[in-house]
């Protein structure tokens, strides 16, 4: 299994048979190279978005439509990306489970909003969301952005993940504080990587908090297009 980070709270995941990038947010994200775009985006089988927020969902479309490959997330907002912009979408809401080939995806809920811009106003893009996504042997759980829930509770109990891409910047999400606080509370993790700051002054900078939160878990402060094996 091989995580990279894209920045923001863009990775690249390639594990089983597939390569799965979870919101890509490539042009104009301050922390990403456009010059490695294609390294990037290369062999890539799907596209996962957690909502609609351009900071998640701007180059879904763009990526799903040039490599051919189906964009992944909640029906509402793959649906009518289906409908008006002519990508293979699977569509599915909290709960649900599809495979990708090896892999599972299941949905589960996340606490922030989704919207797009449309006609130059806020449009409502369905539900936010994270993702479990299992695969050789192992689950990892992208939070999406989110606050603390006990909810988090029910996703150990049900799915167990070992590892934790969790959105710890502050502001618009849980902090790193809060973030530490949501692993240790509910989860086992046994890896924890963090996202969603660094990217504007505005969020946190630093996973020093994080890592102080939780003794005894490997918390990896990712660099953008350097592959984390695990």
């Known amino acids: 299994m091989q995580i990279t980070w894209l920045g923001h709270s863009g990775f690249r995941i390639e594990i089983g048979d597939q390569v799965l990038l979870i919101d890509p947010w490539l042009s104009g994200n301050p922390m990403f190279p456009e010059a490695r775009r294609a390294e990037a985006v290369a062999g890539a089988t799907a596209v ?53 080939g090896d892999v599972a995806v299941t949905m589960v809920a996340a606490s922030h909003s989704s919207t797009l811009r449309r006609d130059g106003a806020p449009a409502a893009a369905g539900s936010e969301a ?54 240790r509370t509910f989860f086992a993790f046994r890896t924890v990587i963090p996202c969603h700051y660094r990217t504007f002054p505005l969020l946190e900078q630093s996973a020093a908090a994080l890592r102080e939160g939780l003794p005894g878990v490997e918390v990896i402060e990712p660099e953008v297009l350097v592959p984390i094996a695990l």
Do not use: K
């Open 48 to 100: 996962l978005v957690t909502h609609g927020h351009g900071d998640h969902a701007a180059d879904a479309v763009a990526i799903a439509r040039a490599g051919r490959i189906p964009v992944v997330g909640i029906y509402d907002l793959v649906g009518w990306w289906q409908e008006t912009e002519g990508v293979e979408a699977v569509g599915f809401n909290r709960g649900g489970t599809v495979r990708l």
């Open 130 to 183: 994270g993702f479990m996504i299992a695969g050789e042997g192992r689950t990892i759980y992208v939070s999406g952005d989110t606050d603390v829930m006990a909810d988090m509770a029910v996703f150990q109990a049900l799915h167990a993940p070992e590892i934790g891409i969790l959105c710890a910047g502050g502001h618009f999400t849980m902090d790193m504080r809060r973030a530490a606080y949501a692993a």
